[in-house]
Each structure stands twice: as structure tokens, then as C-alpha cells.
């Protein structure tokens, strides 16, 4: 959480200002699984079950999303047992991909989906 104060003429910074909108709505949005279980860590309602159960809402998005992932020529994803996250692999053959910074850039120029590139995670 924070705030930015932006000064001055608007249009020497417009692709900044673009940028920083981009990243707020995509990056930093809440959390909404930990708004659901915050209750539970706070003495509230104590189960999290309807959410993590077969049937529940996480795991229909879970198989959603995998599904969908590995549905891709060329991409695929091993079905996450207890992350909120996916690590999808790309195949950079297929898709003559040389540089996968450059690969996440261009995607997110191009079709504004934000993502972070494998070698980020070593």
C-alpha cells in the first residue's frame, strides 16, 4: 500500500504514467484467497473448506487454468497441488524464443499480459 504524487505537465510523462496505471490494476491488486481466509486466521469463521474441496472455487480455478494452459501447442504445466501459482513451461523452439526478458516485453506491449520471465526465478 502506498501513495505517489505525480507533479507537473502531463504529457512528459504519459507512457510513465500509462505504465504505473498498468502495473497497479495487474500487479498490485489484492489478494482476494487471503481476503477469504483472513477470517479463519482471526477467530471467525474457521474452515476453508467450500474453497479448497473438490467442487470448492480454488480448485475449479486451479483445474481451469491448467487446462486451459496445457491445451497450448507447445506449452505446458504441472497441475499445482497446493500454490496459488502456475509455472507454465514454453517451448522456446517452437516459438523461436531466444531471450525470455524479451519474450514477457513484447507480450506484455503487445497483448498486455503481464508475466515474469523463468530466468527470473533462476
Not at 490494476?25 to 471467525?44: D, E, K, Y
Not at 483445474?63 to 494452459?69: G, K, Q, V
Not at 497446493?82 to 497483448?111: C, T
Request: net charge positive.
Amino acid at each position: 500500500q502506498g501513495w505517489m504524487v505525480l507533479n507537473g505537465p502531463k504529457k512528459h510523462a504519459k507512457g510513465y504514467i500509462e505504465g504505473l496505471e498498468m502495473l497497479a490494476s495487474m500487479r498490485l491488486c489484492a489478494n482476494v484467497p487471503m481476503q477469504h481466509a483472513i477470517q479463519t486466521a482471526l477467530g471467525g469463521y474457521q474452515s476453508i473448506s467450500e474453497f479448497i474441496q473438490p467442487g470448492g472455487r480454488l480448485v475449479e480455478q486451479r483445474n481451469r487454468a491448467w487446462e486451459l494452459i496445457n491445451d497450448i501447442p507447445g506449452v505446458s504445466c504441472v497441475k499445482p497441488r497446493g500454490a496459488l501459482y502456475m509455472f507454465p513451461r514454453i517451448d522456446a523452439k517452437r516459438f523461436n524464443i531466444h531471450d525470455d526478458q524479451k519474450m514477457v516485453l513484447d507480450l506484455l506491449l503487445q497483448e498486455k499480459v503481464l508475466l515474469v520471465q523463468g530466468t527470473a526465478f533462476n
